[in-house]
């Protein structure tokens, strides 16, 4: 598989960072210049861009805030090659809701759109787990047969066992990512991927029993600590294009060759 260097744009959803720190730099957050920005960059030959998601300006409520995915919904009607990645965080989306429009803008762009799943630590776990039950029951009212596949995190070394959010790192001289919670906020309902992990496999050994096509895999089993022993993520997050390939393949062979999917 070959592979380069991507390079992206930011759409300017709040205005550009210059303008909250030069005086003579306007605070534009426009359709207009937002959608000028985003053909020019595909002009340019830039192959991605990412939409941020914000309801109120991060840098006053006094300044105007572009909505992420009606602009992406519009980018992708006026764009040809650039790849739109829009951001999304909880609780803004009822998940079935951001599913159907995310289908919707996939189908516009004809295969560009990508999601950026933010938490943000917005949620803990007396929310976590209503809202992971709330979700299967939706599936369910309709589909209440399709066998359904629930898959809890992959390993990553920083939030096992440490709270988010994570925040940027350059103290080695190369971007690398922290987890800024503590541990003993676990206490008072702050999530890890431990917590996680152990809460999924709760729900759905819980619904399993009324729910025969209900099944779960551990996120350990697609990447574990061996795995990040041998592919340690390059930024202590996000995996690279190697790791992506291992963890497809044992997905597919965890799943489709002799798991709950096989033919």
Not at 167 to 179: C, E, H, I, V
Not at 195 to 209: C, F, M, P, S, T
């Amino acid at each position: 598989m070959s592979e380069h260097l991507r390079f992206g744009v930011w759409a300017p959803v709040y205005g550009t960072w210059a303008s909250f720190h030069h005086p003579e730099e306007p605070v534009d957050a426009s359709w207009d210049r937002t959608s000028a920005l985003i053909r020019d960059a595909e002009r340019l030959g830039y192959e991605t861009a990412l939409i941020a998601q914000h309801l109120i300006n991060p840098f006053g409520e006094q300044h105007d805030q572009l909505e992420t995915w009606t602009a992406t919904a519009a980018l992708a009607a006026l764009t040809e090659r650039i790849e739109l990645i829009a951001a999304v965080k909880p609780y803004l989306h009822h998940p079935v809701v951001l599913a159907k429009q995310a289908a919707q803008i996939e189908e516009i762009s004809r295969g560009r759109f990508g999601i950026n799943l933010v938490n943000a630590d917005l949620m803990r776990l007396r929310a976590f787990t209503p809202a992971v039950h709330g979700f299967l029951d939706t599936i369910r009212e309709g589909h209440p047969s399709t066998p359904l596949l629930v898959i809890s995190p992959l390993h990553c070394p920083i939030h096992e066992d440490t709270p988010g959010p994570c925040a940027p790192d350059f103290s080695t001289g190369q971007l690398r990512f922290r987890a800024t919670g503590d541990p003993a906020e676990r206490a008072a309902g702050k999530l890890t991927l431990g917590v996680i992990r152990d809460e999924l496999a709760r729900i759905v050994a819980q619904r399993a029993v009324d729910d025969p096509n209900l099944h779960h895999l551990d996120g350990r089993e697609l990447y574990g600590e061996a795995d990040a022993e041998a592919m340690p993520l390059p930024d202590r997050l996000h995996p690279d294009a190697a790791t992506h390939r291992h963890i497809a393949e044992r997905f597919a062979e965890l799943v489709f060759t002799g798991g709950p999917f096989a033919a």
